[in-house]
């Protein structure tokens, strides 16, 4: 049997979707520190700033670098919504479009990696943690041989990037 939707049942699917999705990715986001501390190819790198001052030296050293600043999602303002109670977390995304291009030349499927993610994040014990997934992960994830120089060039300025809060 064919089941026909119109707009406003398909806007309802849609909602109900975006609700689970959302509602999953806070409860993956409030998981404690252990499970984050074993995500496989995450690179995790403690702050020696507050969390308000990591997020904006990160954003100031992405500008420095000249590189693409798309957007910053506050997690925990999101969760307050939900009335959901989470540590600060901001997810910022940025990039260097000619870069990233190359690799979803190689897999396309590579998109969902890219632009680059960094997850800023305060734990329960005031600590601001800066992380990232590690690009030789995703490009054994994705199967991408062909683009060594480019993982190698997108690893250390993602290294770079967080380091920059790493230390005074």
């Known amino acids: ?4 939707f119109n707009r406003h049942s398909l806007g309802a699917i849609a909602m109900g ?3 689970s999705l959302t ?6 986001v409030a998981q404690p520190a252990a499970a984050a501390e074993t995500a496989q190819g995450v690179v995790r790198v403690q702050s020696a700033y ?3 001052d990591t997020v904006a030296r990160i954003k100031a050293d992405i500008a420095g670098k000249g590189i693409r600043f798309f957007t910053e999602i506050d997690q925990a303002e999101l969760a307050k919504g939900a009335q959901i109670d989470l540590r600060p977390s901001k997810l910022l995304i940025f990039g260097n479009p000619p870069l990233g291009a190359q690799f979803l ?3 396309p499927y ?3 990696d890219w632009p680059v993610r960094i997850l800023v994040t305060e734990d329960s ?3 601001v943690w800066v992380a ?3 690009f030789a992960y995703i490009a054994d994830r994705y199967e991408i041989r062909d683009r060594q120089a480019q993982i190698k060039m997108a690893s250390e300025v993602a290294g770079s990037i967080a380091g920059s809060v790493a230390g005074r």
């Open 23 to 28: 509602a999953s990715a806070i409860a993956a």
């Open 50 to 52: 507050r969390f308000d």
């Open 105 to 107: 030349a190689s897999n």
């Open 132 to 134: 990232y997934t590690d």
């Open 125 to 127: 014990q005031g600590k």
């Open 17 to 19: 979707v975006s609700l």
């Open 110 to 112: 590579a998109g969902l």
């Open 1 to 4: 049997m064919t089941r026909r």
